[in-house]
């Protein structure tokens, strides 16, 4: 076992440098993801800029990745990399969690090989470990949930529970929709409940019967109950209520980190999200309840194989369906927008732990093994058409550079406007409003040369920009989000008819941006 756990180790180590190598390959073709390029701006303000940077340093969000990411910044090489780095190793702790947990219950080579290879080919973990997104941490964080969970039901020991609800806090400060989860084990608890008390009838429904008409197993019923609840929710509401209270504090509005795009990368990818979908003029079908299901077993047919292994337990069973009645939640909630990848890769990671979990208890492994192993292979497969075909531009991108090896010109523009506002004297001052333009701001070597909204000018040089700035950033109306900033093809004339003297001239154009020299 020892020398099983040192091997797991070393492929750990090699599987990390593999995702990193991959990563800064993706990353010289020109790869960069909406969320990685966020994180990296937020990084320059807070370890380069100059004013309050404590609104940047304690609200952006989601602030765990924020905060991985930022702990690879820490020289000039690596803060252009950092969020690869993260995500990279955050995807082989995944590796080595899941694979600890195989080594202890299956013990079986065979499965560390469906393993390896899933970790290694799977198109959707090479998205997760290379894009410099937050999905490792996601599918970490989930797993230790699930695996809580699990080993709560096996043991009956509340010390799991409390470890799943310090899990699912992660999780939520990971990504803030993961709060809808707790709505769905909410009945569950009862059910796990029931299940654990000792009764000698095993129908769920016969023991609540018996437990309600028997004063002293209502009594332990309830309080067991009320109990779990209390360990498995308090926490996580907690800290939602004293973030949430944060953001009221030094924002003066409790959603600020899940609605403002000062805070947080998602309110862009959503609105992108929605005009894709309302102004395409390619037919797309429609993401409704039972083709969502449906898409989620295609993708992930190992689902099935795990349902199956926990099929003599019902509250077992409704707890690996929750996953479905989330993303269900998700899809009629936020139906405007498009289930993200990351969804889809949280029912790969469950249907692993489950197989891994329990695939002892089958007797003809032989068959097992081969059902398994060609499902994997099936696996690798959908994975590649899933991100193919994905309505999200930023997936597509990624598999077609990663199977290409073709440079992705998405960033381009952005590029090549930063290398000019780089080029421009030190003593230049540049007014732009990061709410869309972080990723010119990432791509910046100075950033003292900006005046972003962080600082307590930005406002003061909105109105009187020849008195702050020689510079000013607009967006162009075919700006895709022009729409959430005050700086764009309205500014011109607004700021022009409060200050007649103020002489503007184009001096860098380009389909999205135009950068306009100040004169007094």
């Not at 947990?101 to 997760?128: E, M, N, Q, S, W």
């Not at 996953?323 to 139906?335: D, G, Q, R, S």
Request: hydrophobic share 50%; aromatic share 16%.
């Amino acid at each position: 076992m020892r020398n099983q756990s040192k091997y797991l180790l070393l492929i750990t180590i090699l599987l990390a440098i593999y995702y990193l190598v991959c990563g800064i390959y993706l990353n010289h073709l020109g790869y960069f993801s909406q969320e990685a390029m966020f994180y990296i701006e937020k990084t320059k303000i807070v370890l380069d800029g100059t004013g309050n940077r404590l609104k940047v340093m304690g609200l952006t969000a989601p602030i765990i990745p924020f905060y991985t990411s930022f702990l690879f910044s820490f020289s000039s090489v690596t803060a252009a990399i950092a969020p690869i780095i993260a995500s990279a190793i955050c995807t082989s702790i995944l590796f080595f969690m899941i694979g600890g947990a195989l080594l202890k219950r299956a013990k079986d080579d065979f499965y560390l090989l469906v393993l390896l290879v899933i970790f290694l080919f799977h198109p959707g973990i090479l998205y997760t470990a290379c894009s410099g997104k937050s999905i490792a941490l996601v599918l970490v964080f989930f797993f230790m949930f699930f695996f809580n969970l699990l080993k709560f039901y096996r043991s009956n020991t509340t010390f799991h529970v409390s470890i799943a609800s310090i899990s699912l806090v992660l999780l939520i400060f990971c990504d803030y929709k993961f709060i809808w989860l707790t709505l769905f084990f909410i009945p569950l608890v009862l059910s796990i409940t029931i299940k654990s008390l000792n009764l000698g009838e095993q129908e769920s429904i016969f023991r609540l019967f018996i437990s309600f008409n028997n004063p002293s197993l209502r009594r332990k019923l309830i309080n067991k109950t009320f109990a779990l609840y209390i360990i498995l929710f308090v926490l996580p509401l907690a800290c939602i209520v004293c973030y949430k209270l944060l953001n009221l504090t030094h924002a003066q509005d409790l959603n600020y980190f899940s609605e403002s795009p000062y805070a947080t990368w998602t309110v862009l990818a959503d609105k992108l999200s929605f005009d894709q979908l309302s102004t395409s003029t390619v037919y797309q079908i429609p993401e409704t309840s039972i083709l969502i299901s449906a898409r989620v077993l295609l993708f992930c047919p190992l689902m099935l194989v795990a349902i199956y292994l926990f099929k003599n337990s019902t509250y077992q069973i409704l707890t690996l369906l929750t996953p479905f009645a989330f993303i269900e939640f998700l899809h009629i909630k936020y139906e405007k927008v498009f289930l993200v990848h990351e969804y889809y890769l949280i029912f790969l990671v469950l249907a692993l732990l489950c197989i891994f979990y329990k695939a002892q208890i089958i007797k003809n492994q032989t068959l097992l093994k081969t059902i398994v192993g060609v499902l994997t292979l099936i696996q690798l497969y959908t994975g590649y058409i899933f991100l193919k075909n994905s309505s999200i531009t930023e997936e597509q991108n990624f598999i077609t550079v990663l199977f290409n090896r073709a440079a992705d010109t998405q960033q381009d523009e952005n590029r090549e406007l930063a290398k000019y506002i780089n080029n421009l004297p030190d003593d230049t001052h540049v007014l732009v409003d990061d709410a869309i333009a972080f990723p010119i701001v990432a791509f910046s070597n100075n950033i003292h040369k900006l005046t972003l909204p962080y600082q307590g000018a930005f406002l003061s040089a909105i109105e009187a920009p020849d008195k702050y700035d020689d510079y000013i950033l607009l967006a162009t109306e075919k700006n895709e989000v022009t729409g959430f900033t005050q700086l764009n093809n309205k500014y011109v004339p607004v700021v022009k008819k409060a200050n007649s003297a103020l002489k503007l001239k184009r001096v860098y154009e380009t389909n999205n941006w135009i950068l306009y020299k100040v004169f007094e």
